[in-house]
Antibody, heavy 117, light 107 residues
């Protein structure tokens, strides 16, 4: 069965970049589907951030403007999130998830990232 | 962006009751609505997609319905383990958007 696991720093300073890794087992990220980042703010609001597809194309939430980049390493079966110029409003639990027909059937366990000086 | 509105932030119910959680889209999303359950300390789990199709392994007490802009998740006989947050999400267009969530409390 497919499994996803997020990893990365739990604390980032304001104005710096947030970088997270999603490691995927049980399915090749180049075989199909869309590989997403979703975050959940304190208070539980969920926000879809964007995806990298099996063919390497991207789709990002316009609300993140030019701050976001999702890339991948196919040799390691991993994909990555980079969010630039973070503020305290980027404090959230970050999830990676696999999408099929736009719905998220498989999620990682999530990783809390706090933005603080 | 399509706004998904769950008007009830909290709902209180008893074991064995039938409960319906509603979600309204800001425009017609042509049944492209999913429902998720999130228990404390866990990631969300997909229950329903295309408004009424149960995901693999989801108990049949969970039923989705709706069309146009109005959608409902019904739990026919609530169990204690159904204590959770429930979210709707539209998969009609990007950016994908979620409702604010409804917390189901068991009396």
């Amino acid at each position: 069965d497919v499994q996803l696991q997020e990893s990365g720093p739990g604390l980032v300073k304001p104005s710096q970049s947030l970088s997270l890794t999603c490691s995927v087992t049980g399915y090749s990220i180049t075989s199909g589907y869309y590989w997403n980042w979703i975050r959940q703010f304190p208070g539980n609001k969920l926000e879809w951030m964007g995806y990298i597809s099996y063919d390497g194309s991207n789709n990002y939430n316009p609300s993140l403007k030019n701050r976001i980049s999702i890339t991948r390493d196919t040799s390691k079966n991993q994909f990555f999130l980079k969010l630039n110029s973070v503020t305290t409003e980027d404090t959230a639990t970050y999830y990676c998830a696999r999408a099929e027909t736009g719905t998220f059937a498989y999620w990682g366990q999530g990783t809390l990232v706090t933005v603080s000086a | 962006d399509i706004v998904m509105t769950q008007s009830h932030k909290f709902m209180s119910t008893s074991v064995g009751d039938r409960v319906s959680i509603t979600c309204k889209a800001s425009q017609d999303v042509s049944t492209a609505v999913a429902w998720y359950q999130q228990k404390p300390g866990q990631s969300p789990k997909l229950l329903i997609y295309w408004a009424s199709t149960r995901h693999t392994g989801v108990p049949d007490r969970f039923t989705g319905s709706g069309s146009g802009t109005d959608y409902t998740l019904t739990i026919s006989s609530v169990q204690a383990e159904d204590l959770a947050l429930y979210y709707c999400q539209q998969h009609y267009s990007t950016p994908r958007t979620f409702g604010g969530g409804t917390k189901l409390e068991i009396k």
